[in-house]
């Protein structure tokens, strides 16, 4: 079933900024992740899902309610994160959790007292006072601690550390097995593959592709060092293999394989290998079939 619909949704800023004609489904307990460069589109869509922005063409809608008609009914199953967090500055942080829960009518604060404790908040201190991570925490507090079925999250671990990043990928898995639908925006390559199982990816306002990330890992390019016991085994194995921009330094090859090494691994049966170092690219290599050299163009137009 799918909870989260958007069909030909258009929204034209005009000079090529906006999105345009994107259609894609989230399914109920997927975690989808939605990547491009600041400026590509991801915010843009997320203001429609949450029914701030009017398309100029097509819809969208969570558990089949209209987004824009019916944004009300859909805020009582929703948790929302976004880029840019506006708190009230003079509140504490309890104050302001507090505050969120009785504008949804939510007595609850057992999944709200763990997830403070889950990120080390300070939830007395004021708001006005808190570093960008901590507020970025105390976001992430409020838009999970009244269990909500579907989340939006736009640019999630902004301010974070790599400790908290960690600590985040833990609580997306552990709603995710709870059957929670979750969109997650992120120019984070590193971030989406931890946990999400599929990934939209957006270039200028245009959804260039969809990918399992099973499928993107299998892609991924691996980059090995293999040291030899001689620099003429090295430059024997250069010669005989076809492997791709095959590098050679000393007794040192440099060689990349995309996909299953089965066959490397074969060859190098034939040699006395002294050493052998690996470097894996990362997705974001393998994304950038996506983007080539006009990624760089991107820039942070702010939607």
Do not use: W
Not at 205 to 213: K, M, P, S
């Amino acid at each position: 079933m799918s909870v989260i619909e958007i069909r030909e949704l258009t929204k034209d800023y005009g000079n090529h900024k906006g999105i345009f004609n994107l259609t894609f489904q989230v399914e109920e307990g997927e975690v989808f992740g939605y990547l491009g460069p600041n400026g590509a589109g991801k915010t843009t869509t997320i203001r429609h899902l949450m029914g701030f922005i009017s398309p100029d063409k097509g819809s969208a809608s969570i558990l089949g309610m209209d987004c824009r008609r019916q944004s009300a009914a859909i805020m009582a199953h929703l948790g929302y994160l976004p880029a840019e967090i506006a708190f009230f500055d003079g509140m504490s942080g309890i104050d302001f959790l507090r505050f969120m829960a009785e504008m949804r009518g939510d007595s609850r604060t057992d999944l709200r007292d763990k997830l403070i404790d889950m990120f080390a908040l300070d939830v007395r201190q004021r708001i006005r006072k808190m570093s960008k991570g901590m507020k970025q925490k105390l976001a992430i507090v409020s838009a999970f601690m009244h269990d909500p079925k579907v989340l939006l999250l736009d640019e999630p671990t902004s301010g974070l550390d790599p400790l908290m990043q960690k600590t985040f990928a833990e609580l997306i898995l552990e709603e995710k097995k709870k059957g929670k639908t979750i969109l997650m925006s992120s120019h984070s390559f590193e971030e989406i593959e931890r946990t999400c199982d599929r990934a939209g990816i957006i270039r200028q306002g245009n959804l260039v592709a969809i990918e399992n990330i099973k499928d993107l890992k299998e892609k991924r390019r691996k980059t090995y060092l293999i040291t030899f016991d001689s620099a003429e085994a090295a430059e024997e194995f250069k010669r005989n293999n076809s492997f791709d921009g095959i590098e050679i330094s000393g007794a040192t090859a440099k060689v990349s394989v995309t996909g299953n090494v089965a066959a490397l691994v074969r060859i190098l049966g034939r040699y006395n290998v002294l050493e052998l170092d690996t470097e894996s690219s990362s997705l974001e290599d393998v994304f950038m079939q996506y983007y080539g050299t006009a990624a760089a163009g991107d820039t942070d137009s702010g939607i």
